[in-house]
């Protein structure tokens, strides 16, 4: 048991990547938080470049908007990834001290609980008791089968708060420069640059969306339309109020 509460792992030949009878698999959050700061990324921007090019021609104006809205997004967004992160992790934590405190006072109770869902998965009689000793004599058995089954939380790395941040930021940057870069080629042209962005940043949310599926059990042609219109519908919001604003001359 470490000094944050969780066990050690216990060292094997067979550990580490590449080793044999391992399989790989994908890691969920660094899906769920690559897909959450590239959409944000693509999404907030191409609505500042949309309102702004609804109400001015200036693609200096754009540009800067565009420049300032990254840092101050992909700052953002990090930080956020960092603190709900790390509060996932906290809570992990001190649910786990509880449940361990539990087991040493009221141990029948645990019992009754693993019982519980035990009994909700279909186990009765003779193989109900034999499943529920073997669980109750393994202490840290007990204690991971309470953290997953009873309380359905999942266990949050030390460094998880900190790679979240990361990698958040990154995307949120990448996908801040998706629908910039037209205007960093078209500054002649405001309306082309505009609808330019527009298409790249459908094709890049439509390829994020078909990825997921790939990844997961999804489908592309619902994960991908999904996720540009998702995205695209903040670039429209941004459009409507920079075309109304603009044309009322605010």
């Not at 967004?77 to 960092?82: K, L, Q, W």
């Not at 649910?95 to 141990?107: A, D, F, G, I, S």
């Not at 527009?198 to 994960?223: C, D, H, Q």
Request: glycine residues 10%; proline residues 4%; negative net charge.
């Amino acid at each position: 048991m470490n000094a944050s509460g969780e066990p050690n792992a216990a060292p094997s030949a067979a550990s580490g990547p590449g080793a044999a009878g391992h399989e790989a698999h994908p890691r969920p959050t660094l899906l769920s938080d690559f897909i959450l700061g590239s959409q944000d990324g693509i999404a907030n921007v191409l609505g500042i470049i949309l309102g702004l090019a609804a109400a001015t021609s200036d693609v200096r104006i754009i540009l800067i908007a565009a420049l300032a809205a990254l840092s101050a997004e992909s700052v953002s967004m990090g930080a956020v990834a960092y603190t709900s992160t790390l509060s996932r992790r906290r809570l992990y934590l001190s649910e786990r001290h509880r449940e361990q405190r539990e087991m040493q006072e009221v141990p029948e109770t645990e019992r009754a609980e693993i019982r519980e869902v035990l009994t909700g998965w279909g186990y009765q009689g003779t193989a109900l008791d034999e499943m529920l000793d073997r669980i109750c004599a393994n202490p840290r058995a007990m204690l991971e089968f309470m953290m997953s089954f009873e309380l359905k939380l999942s266990p949050v790395e030390e460094n998880a708060a900190r790679n979240s941040a990361i990698l958040v930021g990154t995307a949120t940057v990448l996908g801040h420069f998706i629908p910039l870069i037209p205007f960093l080629f078209l500054s002649s042209n405001v309306l082309g640059a505009a609808i330019a962005a527009v298409i790249l940043s459908a094709v890049t949310l439509f390829v994020i969306g078909w990825y997921e599926a790939r990844t997961t059990l999804g489908k592309w042609y619902i994960n991908g339309p999904q996720l540009m219109l998702i995205g695209l519908g903040g670039g429209l919001a941004g459009f409507l109020i920079g075309h109304v604003l603009g044309a009322s001359g605010l």
